[in-house]
């Protein structure tokens, strides 16, 4: 196992793409602190992740300072190093710009933002000691848009930048490297109370290059490798993993 003995930090790991690195990560080796805000699921995936390894829920909300400082110290203390930070941890609100309040505003850039680099700061002492890998989780929003999503766009276009930004000041201790998910179905990979099958028309499958929607391990595979010793020479690059969606002129 390429991972052995590693030890990773993954926000917002409780369920979707998240819920999926974590269990790829464990996969490969990993020992996991798995942070999220829903308590429920969080527990309720760790011990569904339990029979793969050393898995440890901490509840943390990202935006807080104080809880990402206990989370990072936990996990070192934990489990004695940390050598992978994963941060997924991200809320989505689409908002008519009118309606837009100032708080709606800082809640998005606070968690989905603000929250990468508050654990970036905070795990980054750890990281160097062991030649450490952190992969933020940003979105194909940062490079187009729907009507009324200018908060989420921008929080995932900031992460975009504050990646190589990050590279540039932590290499090379540190590699940092972003994934851009485009459509990724999750409904599967949700806490119980709110699974469900999912739901793809042919047109849904057919609109992307690569003939299908994207699933949770699609971007879980990337994040295991972009952390792994075989990506040691790749740092401060952003990854779209969206099918060729991005690629594909759309005529009406």
Not at 108 to 129: D, E, S, V, Y
Not at 181 to 203: D, F, L, N, V
């Amino acid at each position: 196992m390429p991972l052995k003995g590693k030890v990773a930090v993954v926000t917002g790991g409780a369920q979707g793409i998240g819920k999926a690195v974590v269990k790829k990560l464990m996969e490969k080796g990993c020992a996991v602190v798995m942070a999220d805000t829903d308590w429920e699921a969080g527990e309720e995936t760790a011990a569904g992740f339990a029979g793969l390894g050393r898995v440890l829920f901490v509840p943390a909300d990202v935006g807080r300072e104080d809880d990402v400082r206990v989370l990072v110290e936990r996990a070192a203390s934990h489990f004695g190093r940390l050598d992978i930070l994963v941060c997924n941890a991200g809320v989505f609100r689409s908002v008519p710009l009118e309606h837009c309040s100032l708080d709606e505003w800082q809640r998005l850039i606070g968690t989905n933002l603000t929250g990468a680099f508050l654990c970036a700061k905070h795990a980054a002492p750890f990281l160097a000691c062991h030649g450490g890998s952190i992969v933020t989780i940003a979105s194909t929003r940062a490079f187009m848009s729907e009507p009324d999503t200018e908060a989420y766009a921008a929080s995932k276009g900031g992460l975009v930048a504050l990646t190589h930004a990050l590279a540039v000041s932590l290499g090379p201790g540190v590699r940092v490297n972003c994934i851009s998910p485009g459509w990724i179905e999750t409904c599967e990979w949700q806490k119980a109370s709110r699974r469900r099958p999912a739901a793809h028309s042919e047109e849904d499958r057919s609109q992307h290059p690569a003939g299908r929607v994207g699933t949770p391990e699609d971007v879980a595979s990337l994040a295991a490798w972009l952390v792994s010793p075989e990506a040691g020479f790749v740092t401060g690059v952003n990854f779209v993993v969206d099918g060729g969606m991005t690629r594909k002129m759309v005529y009406v």
